[in-house]
């Protein structure tokens, strides 16, 4: 199945540092979407990147996407204790399914 | 607020039991997805509608049913539970249920199912 999987499976960083997380997925996608989970909580859109953009920014979010890799980065830059949570990718296939990887947990410490 | 409403929050029920999961999705949009995440299988996908009509199909049960109403809200029905159906189950929606770049899905805040 077109299911991303993200790298690391979990990331702790002190806050101020950045934090860059992976994502990598099987076949030809559509466009790239990054989510955002906090701890037993609904997922939040962050950011969508289209299958023709290489890099994309907002805020303290920047989003790079590798066709040819089949991969995507998500970089916070500058991270916070807020931003603890747990981060996944989600590829759309040609069809009309998201798929979801198994996400990143992240932990800035303050 | 993604605009996805989810009752109920919370659920404890019985093994052998059945339940209704319901969702009201954003205004405008057409297309439901239902997910369940635990905490073994992640976020998996269950089923889409998209104004009415099932879309497609992913790792849904048989003891599992979904249906999207004339108004668009759906719900998701859950019968002869088992421990293994502990999980969270989250509605999204989103505007367009067709290939457009561009489509967002926003999710709702999920329903606690708990077998006990």
């Known amino acids: 199945s077109q299911q991303g999987e993200e790298d690391p499976q979990a990331l702790s960083i002190q806050e101020g540092e950045n934090a860059t997380m992976n994502c990598s997925y099987k076949?030809?996608?559509?466009?790239l979407q990054w989510y955002r989970q906090n701890s037993g909580r609904g997922l939040v859109h962050l950011i969508l990147?289209?299958?023709?953009?290489r890099e994309k920014h907002s805020g303290r979010l920047r989003v790079t996407l590798d066709t040819s890799k089949k991969s995507s980065s998500l970089l916070i830059t500058a991270s916070r204790a807020a931003d603890t949570a747990s981060y996944f990718c989600?590829?759309?296939?040609?069809?009309?399914?998201?798929?979801f990887g198994t996400g990143t947990s992240l932990t800035v410490i303050p | 607020d993604s605009g996805v409403t989810q009752t109920p929050k919370h659920l404890i029920t019985a093994t052998g039991q059945r339940v209704t999961l319901r969702c009201s999705p954003r205004?405008?949009?057409?297309?439901v997805y239902w997910y369940q995440q635990s905490l073994d299988q992640g976020l998996q996908f269950l089923i889409q509608?998209?104004?009415?009509?099932?879309?497609a199909k992913g790792n849904i049960l048989e003891r599992f049913s979904a249906q999207q109403f004339p108004d668009l809200h759906s719900e998701l029905n859950l019968s002869s539970l088992e421990l293994g159906d502990s999980a969270l189950y989250f509605c999204?929606?989103?505007?367009?249920?067709?290939?457009?770049?561009?489509?967002?899905?926003?999710f709702g805040e999920g329903s606690w199912l708990t077998v006990v």
């Open positions: 999204a929606s989103s505007e367009s249920g067709t290939r457009q770049a561009g489509n967002t899905i926003y």
């Open positions: 076949t030809s996608i559509n466009n």
């Open positions: 990147i289209r299958s023709n953009e």
């Open positions: 989600a590829t759309d296939d040609r069809g009309n399914q998201f798929y």
């Open positions: 205004s405008g949009d057409l297309s």
């Open positions: 509608y998209y104004n009415g009509e099932e879309r």
